[in-house]
């Protein structure tokens, strides 16, 4: 016959289980403030459009269309206009900006949307105007910015250069290089 050896259990000492709760109690708290502080704080991108494929880098040239307002009022300080292009099928639709040379928030939300997209740039002051925006802007001090944005396409620093010397030889030549079709005649 097998005997089986008994080990008491030992009570618990009073107050020790209301440590241990309050410690898995704290453990929890620091966790998700832990969490809670590796949240970006600030800028932030709502998708109206999804875009597809790859996202430009922030040497990329973008071409957008887009319109700035100051998050407070929804006073707009700025709008893309179309810019004609004297040979057609160079460069795509929108106005062509530098990613390199724009504000941090503009550029950090455009390396996360997608071409053809459309999205909402939610920009805190502190990443784009700051305390010192541009002398005679309509943008006050400490201004939060918002973006409404259609990125139509974008392109590397070295496309863009390659196809603004094919543009500056057309406008030098009085003609499209070779290779290169004429714009077509107004009305066909």
């Not at 006073?75 to 810019?83: A, K, L, P, W």
């Not at 002051?125 to 139509?152: S, T």
Request: hydrophobic fraction near 40%; charged fraction near 20%; proline fraction near 13%.
């Amino acid at each position: 016959m097998t005997e089986i050896t008994r080990v008491p259990i030992q009570p618990v000492a009073k107050g020790s289980l209301t440590k241990l709760w309050l410690g898995v109690v704290i453990a929890i708290l620091l966790g998700a403030g832990l969490a809670w502080t590796a949240i970006p704080k600030g800028l932030s991108i709502e998708t109206v459009v999804a875009g597809e494929g790859p996202s430009p880098t922030a040497t990329d040239w973008v071409f957008v269309r887009y319109k700035g307002m100051l998050a407070d009022t929804g006073e707009v300080f700025d709008e893309t206009q179309d810019i004609p292009i004297p040979v057609e099928g160079i460069f795509p639709e929108g106005t062509p900006l530098p990613l390199d040379r724009m504000l941090p928030g503009f550029t950090a939300g455009l390396t996360q949307m997608q071409k053809g997209g459309e999205y909402v740039l939610y920009i805190p002051a502190d990443q784009a105007y700051g305390a010192e925006p541009p002398p005679n802007a309509p943008i006050p001090p400490d201004a939060d910015l918002i973006f409404e944005i259609e990125l139509v396409d974008f392109m590397s620093n070295e496309e863009f250069e390659r196809k603004a010397n094919i543009i500056q030889q057309v406008l030098q030549a009085g003609g499209p290089p070779e290779g290169v079709a004429p714009p077509p005649a107004p009305g066909n």
